[in-house]
């Protein structure tokens, strides 16, 4: 999806195109507001999104890089083209490409997920059991919910073998 910057006639389509004109435009320091503008306008274009949408592990690594350079010391790039960036927003985006590149070596990136924390009944707490099997609207889970209590019970009922 080509991604247009508001405002300057940049635009990128993939995040090894996003890192080029990176470097392409973040180069020599020009003292002029416009131009700054225009660097915080890019750096500010590659979102969270966009860096999970990414497949490309070189780049991932390479804006990881870049990224965690740029928290510390932005001379390596002239000034730095992130510091209209927060430490925060820099070690968000490299933490983010770091695990991007991650998923993408285990596969899990490639795995289907369903949305949403797993439930597992049995791994619940008593207490929160109990107050789901009060409040959930879903009958299909306090079905689920009762039949873990009472494998819990019958689980306590019997004897131990030690105990013969």
Known sequence: MLRKIPGT???????????????????????????????????RSLTIANIRACLDVETLEEAADLFDRSRYNN????????????????AERMVECHNQAHRIRSGAAFRERMPGPRFDPARTPMRALDRLLQTHPDLAVV??????????????????????
């Open 143 to 164: 079905e689920a919910l009762r039949a873990e209590k009472r494998r819990r019970f019958e689980h306590r009922a019997q004897p131990s073998p030690m105990a013969a």
């Open 9 to 43: 006639a940049l635009s990128w389509t993939t995040m090894r195109d996003w890192l080029a004109l990176v470097y392409a435009v973040c180069g020599p320091i020009r003292a002029r507001s416009r131009e700054h503008a225009r660097r915080e306008r890019l750096c």
């Open 75 to 90: 001379a390596h790039l002239h000034h730095g083209p992130f510091r209209s960036l927060t430490r925060a927003e820099c």
